[in-house]
DNA sequence: AACTCGGGGCA
DNA sequence: TGCCCAGAGTT
């Protein structure tokens, strides 16, 4: 375990490594954008891009995949695996958007939670990408990037990886960080033969 | 806390 | 061929 203040000056490398990090996933709103991290769960970003563009375009809505069934969507995410649960995810949490949001998208953690299959994860994405609310996502990169460096205990839940993170960093840097830890994650401190050495002080 | 879902990519 | 991947729900 490194100081809170070594954590701090860690975090900010990589945040500086990534001065334009976006999202990887590709999406054209906040149902989408819901609707891809959802589907991202145990795979890789590159697997969803592949199906969201079909997707999208025969249910470009909630409304469409609510009167749709999921048995009707699952061919269209058969190739990232998981589908039929996530099939059934899209389709309950599509039918809560429309009766208990009006067909949008909640902004707030607790309406989030609450639809199908979305997680704090997830809820956390939506937030900080979305609508640009302050909010800490972590996933397996987040999680595994921060670990090899010694910011968080080995055994750290996401939900106290969150919350170290948070209170290292002021609110208006979780966005960043966010981002910049996922494609530092994905490109550099890697699960095996990890290349962080060539790119933090 | 452990278990389940799951096809594809890569070593 | 075996292991892992932008998690969440159920038991």
């Known amino acids: ?10 975090l900010e490398q990589i945040i500086a490594l990534y001065p334009d990090a976006q999202t990887i ?14 589907l991202s769960a145990q795979t890789t970003d590159m697997a969803v891009n592949k199906v969201t563009k079909k997707l999208f375009e025969r ?7 609510a009167v749709s069934s999921p048995e009707e969507i699952e061919p269209y995410i058969q190739s990232i695996g998981l589908y039929r649960n996530k ?18 998208v909640p902004s707030n953690r607790k309406d989030l939670e ?3 299959g979305i997680g704090r994860k997830t809820a956390n994405v939506v937030l900080s990408v979305g609508f640009n609310i302050p909010a800490f996502p972590v996933d397996t990169h987040v999680s595994r990037v921060c670990k090899h460096h010694g910011i968080v205990p080995p055994d750290a839940t ?10 290292i960093l002021p609110a208006d840097l ?14 550099i401190c ?5 290349k962080c050495g060539e790119y933090l002080i």
């Not at 375990?1 to 860690?10: C, G, L, P, S």
């Not at 249910?59 to 995949?65: K, N, R, T, V």
């Not at 979780?174 to 490109?187: D, E, P, S, T």
């Open 114 to 116: 609450s639809l199908a």
């Open 59 to 65: 249910f470009p809505d909630p409304a469409s995949f």
């Open 190 to 194: 890697t699960p095996r033969n990890p």
């Open 25 to 38: 996933l590709k999406y054209r709103n906040n149902f989408e954008l819901l609707i891809a991290v959802m």
């Open 174 to 187: 979780w966005k960043q960080a966010h981002h910049a830890l996922i494609f530092f994650g994905r490109n």
């Open 87 to 104: 099939a059934k995810y899209i389709y309950t949490c599509s039918n809560q958007l429309i009766k208990n949001f009006g067909g949008k």
């Open 158 to 167: 996401p939900l106290e990886i969150e919350k170290i993170v948070t209170d």
């Open 1 to 10: 375990m490194v100081t809170k203040e070594r954590a701090r000056e860690i």
